[in-house]
């Protein structure tokens, strides 16, 4: 509002004056939405691929939730990853996966070790940078 207040009285600037409110609600909502834009871009994009199953998929993504919230990464649930552009960062998978984009893949345990959480932890704190 100070800024606006500021360049009401400028003579380039009179609709200032009569849209002032009008103004500052919308640069609060685009502020707060490239605040959330940045907030979710920053957040590492999960896919989990088994060739064992579903059953699997789900439990991986609970042990991942243990260790990590959705403040640092996020699951992405479509429903074939040939269909369009990956949405995801990373895949996680319990066997090989050829892909024609450069999307890193890590291959983890059943269960998983303590090593496949150590590689996914430098994948996320090296996003954080």
Request: charged share 30%; net charge neutral.
């Amino acid at each position: 509002m100070q800024k606006l207040q500021k360049y009401e009285r400028h003579p380039d600037y009179l609709f200032v004056r009569d849209n002032k409110k009008v103004i500052s609600t919308y640069l609060h909502d685009l502020f707060n939405v490239s605040l959330m834009n940045e907030l979710f871009t920053r957040r590492l994009h999960v896919k989990v691929i088994s060739k064992s199953g579903f059953l699997w998929e789900e439990y991986l993504k609970g042990q991942i939730r243990q260790h990590y919230s959705e403040e640092y990464l996020i699951f992405c649930e479509e429903l074939d990853p040939k269909e369009h552009m990956p949405q995801y960062d990373l895949i996680i998978s319990d066997s090989h996966v050829e892909l024609p984009s450069k999307t890193k893949v890590l291959v983890w345990h059943v269960p998983p070790t303590k090593r496949d959480f150590s590689q996914l932890g430098e994948i996320i704190e090296a996003r954080k940078v």
